[in-house]
């Protein structure tokens, strides 16, 4: 067996704390054209974590045996000679922000609070947002910030790649990529583009985020978002630009098609910062949202376009209806494991707290889980956690388990299953 082989078995009979990523279709690596001559670490197997939630902090822990992984959520990187638990989550930049400024040194990455309960590192690698392609020197300017329970302190990094700084043999606390203040005002960055959207009466309303990637903004604009989901938005990740961008520059948003884009430019905002937004109106539903950032230099920074079926649910809704026939020949098809492994987001996205609560009690009536796990999953108060927590169980516990849930599911709300076009594969409940 090889290498990777070994990997994915060792960590399937472990209980499943990672999961592998088995396609690039699930994983996008990044990519920046203008540092694309800039070396990289060496390639990492990218796996998927478990989640949970304590007080309300969302948890990631994985477990691997010996060598290089990727963290599918946070991009940590880590190298590891023997089995290893790690756990982490991230963390709140603002109690730190001005003891930084007073310091003369800024975010460049996100801070995560790191836990070994197992074994120990040989490397970690710290994800970073600084684009090196066109001013290698920043290198110089990056530390390493420990917050620690009695303060504050830098360390060296050892090596800065594209995208990571790497150390070696680190003791853990909360740690993370900065850089001098100085150096970092007309910066080149890397950049992640979110999209929040909903459909009103035929009219798209939709708010545009530009964010730095690996970095605190993602988590402070989806808490400003937070509240939206529930009234019909859904959050779209769009594609990246294809190379950096300057701090602090300020880009227009064009749509050919839109009736009102308020403000009509947006600014790439400092990692302390949470990222301003253009809200953007359509009046015709019915076509492919086509989207630009223009810079002061009237180039084109950012081009992607979201197309119709990716946001009119509607047309989902109509296209499987589970009815005494059974599903249409729309439906998701294969086992029970890869349909739900499919919809994993969009079910986390849209089941209801009260379905999901009724879930837990049949799954439990038909030993589906048990008692324990019934009680874990029942006091997260958070929707969308406990509804991963849900899911991620079934894809732990197997193929049939799956295949009840999805039967317990269409007894519950048929209209969800429907959405999801999922359909059992004939295990009787």
Known sequence: MDTVGQRKTFLRDHGGESCIKSGPEKWIPQSCKTCDHVEDSTHRLQIEPLTSTVQGVTMFRHRTPKGSYECTVSGLRWLCERDVILKYHFRNWEPYSQLLKDMQYTQGGP???????????????????????????????????????????????????????????????????????????NVDVHCDVILYLAVKRSTVISRLYLLLRNSSQKEAVQ?????QLSQGYSEFLLSSPNGSLKLNNWFALKNP?????????????????????????????GV???????????????????????????????????GAGGPTESSLTGSAEQQLRSVRTEFVKRVSGPVLNELLDVLLQHTVINQEEMESVKVIAERTEKARDIIDMMLRKGNESCSRMINLLGELDQCLCSLLQINSVGVPT
């Open 223 to 227: 808490e400003r978002e937070k509240g």
């Open 288 to 322: 492919d949202i086509e989207m630009e950032l223009i810079g002061d230099d009237e180039r084109i920074a950012w081009r992607d376009m979201l197309r119709t079926d990716e946001y009119i649910t509607e047309t989902h809704s109509t296209s499987a209806v589970l």
């Open 257 to 285: 098609l839109s009736t009102s884009v308020n403000p009509e430019k947006i600014q790439l905002l400092p990692a302390d910062t949470t990222p301003s937004c253009c809200k953007m109106i359509m009046g015709n539903t």
């Open 111 to 185: 801070l995560l609070d790191i836990t070994m309960e197992l074994g120990e590192l040989e490397e970690v690698h710290l994800p970073h947002f600084v684009c090196l392609g066109t001013n290698p020197s920043l290198r110089n300017e990056m530390k390493i910030l420990h917050v620690e329970e009695h303060g504050v302190s830098f360390g060296k990094v050892h090596e800065v790649t594209r995208f990571h700084a790497k150390i070696l043999h680190p003791k853990f606390s909360s740690a993370s990529v900065v850089l001098k203040y100085i150096a970092c005002w």
